[in-house]
């Protein structure tokens, strides 16, 4: 398994405000949200619905650009960054995982996986990359042929196979029973201990939080409460 | 109900796009459906209508001199209707401000009146008066191209005396709708014109007192002209009759029925291949749009709407797609079926034009194409009503992709993802891959086929006017003259090399088949008008017994070389006999015959003469030989090649460009139309993927190669078959044209391959562009937030 990149950087929000205006009616999802996210650090985010997860979510992965704000990676500003630029930023730094797993249906587990190395600048091997998320059989099936849990864990695979810095994961086990839950944030833990990836992971359940190094609470658009957690638990001792 | 109305609306407002590429792929088939039923309808309405208002003949024949009570018999003969006597000769005519010498046919017109038969439609000025022989009416598009107007004067060598003959009138006759000179292939309004004179001025002129030397008579009802035709040959024989013709053979109304033919055949072929094409674009249409609507279809069922009422929904989409399609076409349509028409009737200058087009036209229309396109939805929408809702309701079936040949350890490495994406969709939709290469192909074989019309002119241009011509200039005379005549025509100014030859109207017969026509004689050392075989591009020598064939007649007598084939010489002592087929050669225009020139003379029984003298000409001295021979007593006819070739290309050019024009527009709707519904499917069943690949660092050109990359292959496999189907087009056109006046040949020229080809790229470059900026505007988001 070879090791992550050298893991020296940072990814810091400084006051994201995102502002929806759809016709008279204006929504404030953030309204000024300082955030900050390390090498090596596991973040989980709670939040009830509605309340803006996501939306940070994808302003820090470069998918959405705030209202107001600066988001800085490295030494550069992705807040005035334009498209293509974003795109660059997706496509060498950041893995993402959603609820829906998003696989491309006409391709197998390891040519989805393939999707992304192939325009990686140092990626691993699809196979290593399902190694990691312990899915090494069944590398030729069509996401029609594995399960909800094996897919999500495919979905992981092909996030982190380009060795990203930055791994976000939106509510990876909201389609999942706990069982299957378990094993996907085992492999989620596993990219971040072993990788040195950065990970962000929203999630509804509060037991998931135990396994966070800190725990980042958001309430109506505002960062209402951090919690460092001393030790992380070990996903598979988690249960919900 | 309603409410499903409203639904429908709002749908087909969503579908837009896809709507109107549809609706133009329709629209193409109808328009072209109803601009060949409506040219059809208005060219031959008109034509009848003139020919039934000018009383133009049944039967016509041409004999040399005919005293006039012969045409009492005629007028006996049973079923003869009505019978008109003429004097017709050809005649060298001198128009100032014009170098070349003009060819007028002089035909005789009563002083007092309208002949009975092939009556004038008076254009302008008024008719001759009795006792002026000097008077002329000429035809309407010979005056136009020398501006001649009433009370200007040009001169003629009548029976070798030079004559100031004065224009009082212009007229059109539906004789000559299609005006062709001696010789020529089309009309030449410069080098060739209808000139009308008094009876008495030409009985006059040519010592035809009380005689005739061309007959025209109509038919009582119902009555064959066969057995007529043959009475009046026999009737005209002694007189050097030569054979009577029935109206289907006059020559400008053959090509009035050739012209009529062919926008049948249009009719038939084109708007089938449109029509066809969309009735799959629906079925794509609604087969994508009932699978994403595949819960709501079910939930309505739940509701208990009935199947039929589902059924009926999707059905009136498709035939509003459809009655929108046929709206364009009917508008294109009868645009293009006026301009269409009005072409023709440029060509064929009609006094009258009748362009009332029928609803019929437009029903036809209108209904193929809601039957095509139905046709197609029907199979889509039996699907849905065939769902029971419980299983509607829920999401369709995962699709089933396989490894295929993809997954095979070489290709694996080989191909990159994103073409492996391309290449298992066209292998999972195996039909719809099938329909947008097929539309695509059709629309590359439109073009090669409207383009090949070009090819074929080059060709004929380059066989007929050059490799088997090249005489500056053929001279015909007034009577056949010793061939000493003839080489004294290489005194005249600039001559370099005359060369006698002769042409003598013939039956040949072989067994039971027989064929009209005549043979050809020329000189062993002929060079300046060889027989050049197309298909081999050599040329066959004169040889010096027996008789070479062009293909098209020895097919028609069913001979080969070495056969027999009895020739029947209508001219002179009538001599008859068998004659051995040397050779068989290609050519694309008539069905000529030729045999050595002292052979037919001797044959004839006459010292070695020729009526016609091709000769070449320095081209420095050419304007003092045209001069030389308009003032040339034994002229009467002069067919100057460079003024022929200028005719064709001008006539035939400028009808084919406009042609050409139509052709490509809708050929580029099809291509377009197909390209852009079959990649907004792909982008509508596949937003999801794109929005994906976006988000895991993709960039824009990289999707769209993603999605456009299936499209691509599917050109790219598309290019080629349309190629095929455009040469197998273009055999399909070039067999329905096959006469004996003409042949289309089938040369396509590697340009015309390559024009299709790149307009139909340009289409579906347009609409895959098109499609692109859809692309940019994916909501990434959105989509991820949904399930699939
Ligand atoms: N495209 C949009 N247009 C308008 N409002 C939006 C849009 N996207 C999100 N919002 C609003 O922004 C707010 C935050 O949405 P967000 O998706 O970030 O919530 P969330 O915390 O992720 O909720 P959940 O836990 O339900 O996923 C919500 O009120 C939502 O309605
Ligand atoms: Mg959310």
Redesign the interface.
Same mark, same amino acid.
């Given at each position: 398994m070879g090791a992550g990149r050298d893991q020296s950087f940072s990814l810091r929000g400084k006051g994201i405000t995102k502002i929806y205006k759809t016709g008279s009616v204006t929504i404030e999802a953030l309204r000024g949200v300082d955030f900050e996210l390390g090498p090596g650090e596991l973040v989980v985010l709670l939040g009830p619905s509605g309340s803006g997860k996501s939306t940070l979510l994808n302003i820090l992965g470069g998918l959405d650009t705030p209202t107001d704000g600066q988001l800085i990676f490295e030494d550069h500003l992705l807040t005035d960054a334009k498209e293509s630029e974003l795109t660059l930023f997706r496509r060498q730094h950041v893995g993402f995982v959603f609820q829906f797993y998003n696989l491309i249906p006409s391709l197998t587990a390891r040519e989805n996986v393939a999707l992304v190395t192939e325009i990686a600048t140092q990626p691993m091997t699809p196979e290593e990359a399902l190694t990691i998320v312990g899915l090494d059989s069944r590398m030729d099936h069509f996401p029609a042929q594995l399960s909800g849990g094996e897919q999500q864990r495919v979905a992981i695979a092909r996030a982190i196979a380009k060795r990203p810095e930055l791994l976000l994961c939106d509510e990876p086990t909201g389609a999942l029973d706990s069982r299957t839950g378990i094993l996907v944030l085992e492999a989620i833990e596993r990219v971040n201990r072993e990788l040195g990836t950065a990970t962000a992971i929203i999630t509804h359940n509060s037991g998931v939080a135990a396994m966070a190094d800190r725990v980042v609470s958001i309430g109506d658009g505002r960062i209402t409460d951090v919690v460092v957690n001393e030790s992380r638990m070990p996903a598979r001792e988690l249960s919900w | 109900m309603r409410a499903l109305n409203r639904r429908l609306s709002r749908e087909l407002w969503r579908l837009r796009g896809q709507v109107l590429a549809v609706a133009l792929v329709i629209g193409s088939g109808v328009a072209v459906l109803v601009m060949a039923l409506s040219t059809f309808e208005a060219l031959s309405e008109t034509s009848e209508a003139y020919y039934e208002r000018y009383q133009f003949a049944d039967v016509f024949a041409g004999a040399k001199r005919v005293p006039i009570s012969v045409a009492r018999r005629i007028a006996a003969i049973s079923g003869v209707q009505l019978v008109q006597t003429r004097i017709a000769r050809y005649a060298t005519l001198d128009v100032q401000g014009f170098a070349e010498p003009v060819i007028g046919r002089l035909t005789s017109i009563p002083e007092t009146g309208q002949p009975v038969l092939n009556q004038l439609a008076l254009r302008s000025g008024r008719w001759i008066q009795p006792g002026r022989h000097d008077e002329t009416i000429i035809s309407e598009p010979f005056a136009e191209a020398h501006a001649l107007e009433a009370g200007d004067t040009f001169t003629a060598i009548v029976n070798g005396r030079k004559r100031r003959l004065t224009v009082v009138g212009t007229a059109l006759s539906p004789e000559f709708i299609y005006a062709l000179g001696p010789g020529a292939l089309l009309p030449d309004d410069k080098r060739f014109g209808i000139v009308w004179m008094g009876r008495e001025a030409l009985e006059a002129a040519y010592d035809l007192d009380n005689s005739f030397n061309d007959l025209a008579v109509t038919l009582l009802r119902d009555v064959a002209p066969e057995p007529v035709i043959s009475e009046i040959d026999t009737l005209l024989e002694p007189y050097g009759g030569v054979s009577a013709i029935p109206r289907a053979d006059q020559l400008s109304n053959w090509f009035v029925r050739n012209e009529l033919s062919q926008q049948q055949s249009m009719s038939t072929i084109l708007p089938t291949i449109f029509l066809g094409v969309a009735a799959f674009l629906c079925y794509t249409v609604l087969s994508r749009l009932i699978t994403t609507e595949r819960s709501e279809i079910g939930l309505l069922k739940a509701f208990g709407y009935s199947d039929l009422v589902v059924g009926w929904y999707y059905a009136k989409l498709v035939i509003a797609i459809s009655l929108i399609g046929a709206a364009i076409g009917w508008i294109l349509g009868g645009y293009f079926g006026r301009l269409n028409t009005q072409m023709y009737a440029d060509t064929f200058r009609f006094p009258l034009l009748i362009y009332r087009p029928s609803a019929e036209a437009f029903l036809i229309a209108g209904s193929v194409s809601l039957i095509a396109t139905l046709s197609g939805a029907l199979v889509a929408v039996r699907r849905v009503v065939k769902l029971p809702p419980a299983e509607a309701m829920r999401p369709p079936a995962?699709? *089933?992709?396989r490894?295929g040949v993809l997954?095979r350890p070489g290709l694996r490495d080989w191909l990159? @993802?994103?073409t492996?994406?391309a290449l298992? @969709?066209i292998g999972?939709w195996p039909l719809r891959a099938a329909v947008t290469t097929i539309g695509i192909a059709a629309s590359v074989g439109l073009l090669i086929m409207a383009l090949q019309w070009e090819d074929a002119i080059d060709y004929i241009a380059d066989k007929y006017f050059f490799e088997s011509q090249h005489q500056t200039l053929s001279i015909g005379l007034t009577e056949p003259q010793s061939l000493a005549a003839v080489r004294e025509m290489k005194h005249l100014p600039g001559v370099m090399a005359a060369e006698p030859w002769r042409a003598v109207p013939a039956d040949l017969s072989a067994g039971t088949r027989r064929h009209r026509g005549g043979v050809i004689g020329l000189a062993r050392s002929n060079r300046l008008q060889p027989i050049y075989d197309d298909a081999t591009d050599t040329r066959i020598a004169v040889p010096e017994g027996g008789i070479v064939l062009s293909r098209y007649l020895a097919e028609k007598l069913g001979v080969g070389v070495s056969d027999y084939v009895r020739v029947h010489v209508l001219e002179g002592r009538r001599p008859e006999g068998e004659l051995r087929v040397v050779a068989v050669f290609e050519t694309t225009i008539a069905m000529p015959a030729y045999m050595d020139l002292d052979a037919l003379n001797r044959w004839l029984g006459e010292r070695p003469v020729a009526q016609y003298v091709n000769v070449l000409v320095d081209a420095s001295q050419q304007a003092a030989l045209f001069s030389r021979l308009k003032q040339t007593p034994r002229v009467s006819a002069i067919m100057v090649r460079e003024g022929a070739l200028e005719a064709f290309h001008d006539t035939v050019g400028h009808n084919i460009l406009i042609f050409i024009g139509i052709f490509t527009g809708f050929a580029m709707a099809l291509a377009f139309g197909v390209t852009y519904n079959s990649a907004r499917i792909a982008l509508s069943e596949r937003g999801? !993927?794109l929005? *994906? /690949?976006?988000? /895991?660092?993709?960039?824009?050109g !990289?999707i769209s190669y993603v999605l456009l990359g299936e499209v691509a292959v599917l050109i790219f496999l598309a290019l080629p078959l349309g190629c095929l189907i455009g040469y197998w087009l273009a055999l399909v056109v070039a067999r329905t044209f096959d006469s004996e006046l003409f042949r289309m040949p089938l040369s396509i020229s590697p340009s015309s391959y390559g024009f299709g080809v790149i307009v139909a790229l340009t289409a579906t470059v347009l609409s895959a562009l098109l499609v692109r900026r859809r692309i940019a505007r994916l909501d /990434?988001?959105r989509v /991820?937030?949904?399930? !699939?």
């Open positions: - | 995962p699709p *089933t992709y490894h997954a990159d @993802q994103p492996r994406i298992r @969709q999972r999801r !993927e929005a *994906t /690949l976006r988000v /895991l660092g993709f960039t824009r !990289e /990434l988001i /991820l937030k949904t399930r !699939e």
